[in-house]
Structure formats: structure tokens, C-alpha cells
């Protein structure tokens, strides 16, 4: 491959040129998604895997025939996820406590 082959490739266009938007209207188009509707996302679906774990695990205790292998990853699964949410939640704290601390 020569340097003439790699200069003839177009340049990256702003993905605001190739949907037609222009800065300002780009931002007005799809308003950002803040911290605050991740977090609840999150939240939401740290519960979802809690409940399908929850209902895993009832459903061995009744008897039912169920994947054991499968019923612990989920428990893992919704364990490591509910961790997190937890350690996210502390830091934030930890960052509101800071700046709460701070003198004006």
C-alpha cells in the first residue's frame, strides 16, 4: 500500500455533518442523558436481576426442575451488580460530603 493509496481515503466527517445537523441543533435533537436517568436505569436493572434470581431460586425450593449452574450465575450476577450500584452510590456520597466540607 503506497502513501498516495492512504491520502485518497476521505477524512472522518463530525457526526453532526453526516446526519444533517448542525452543532446547535444536534444538541437540541437528543438532549443529553444525565446522570441521574443512568443511575435509575441501573437501579431498575440491578432489580430486575434480583427478582429473576429471587425467582430462580423459588422455583428450587418448590421442586420445580431448574438449571442449578444457571440459578448461581444469576445469584452472581445480581450480587456483583447490586455491589456496584452500592459503590457507585458511596462514592457519590463521599463526593457530596466533599464538597458539603468545602469553605465559600
Known sequence: MSIEA????APIQPIE??????????AAAAPAAGFADWFSQQISQTNGQL????????KMAVGEPVNLHQVMIDLEEAKMSMQLLLQ?????????????????
Open 17 to 26: 455533518a453526516v446526519a444533517g445537523l448542525s452543532g446547535a441543533s444536534a
Open 88 to 104: 457507585v452510590r458511596n462514592r457519590l456520597l463521599d463526593a457530596y460530603q466533599d464538597v458539603m466540607r468545602m469553605q465559600m
Open 51 to 58: 427478582v429473576e434470581a429471587d425467582r430462580g431460586l423459588q
Open 6 to 9: 492512504i491520502a485518497a481515503i
